[in-house]
């Protein structure tokens, strides 16, 4: 086990990429349900 | 497992999660929309295109079929569509089948998701159906050449009763004003 590694989880830096990622999913939705899916269908 | 590797873990999770519902939610809607990318093979002979077969001119726009769909038949050269301006119905299914007489075109329906390359040899074929009348640019998005950026078309779609009843042979094209 290496030593400097640390104990506790930095929870500060869990929350901004959690917040990052979150924003990401809603973008990636908005994209996909507000502008790609009314585009309407093709095959 | 100490604290660090126990997060990755619970990071590495969550991805998988995030990947899921991104899969499951293009997966649902593509099956419920039949929304999938245009995927015809279809070879033709580029040299003998306005000569005989499919897309010879009086054979080129918007025709009726027996279901009560609408088959749309252009070509693609330097640097126009034949026809340059078409028209179909609203909410009806409507066929595009395209193909070049020289080198790789592209045909998009801006505000649509109808988008696919027209490559010399095959014939490119999208279906969709258009809910809101209107009229759609159709601008050439494969560089194509020097005069590739005045190369465009239009398309008029008018509500599903506006649009006459073409006979077997009859064909649409320019319905502008």
Known sequence: ?43 | MDAAERTEWHWMAAMLALLGVMMTVIVVTSLAHALRPPSNVETIDPDTLHLAGEFVDSNLGSAREADGSVTVRLIAQQYSFAPDCLTVPADTPVRFRITSADVVHGFLLIDTNVNTMVVPGFVAEVRTRFTRPGEYALPCHEFCGLGHHAMWAHVTVIPRDQFPELGATGRLRCARH
């Open chain 1, 1 to 43: 086990m290496n030593d400097s590694t640390p104990d506790v989880a930095p929870r500060g830096a869990l929350l901004v990429a959690s917040i990052a990622v979150a924003l990401l999913l809603l973008g990636w939705l908005a994209f996909y349900v507000l502008l790609f899916l009314p585009r309407g269908a093709v095959g």
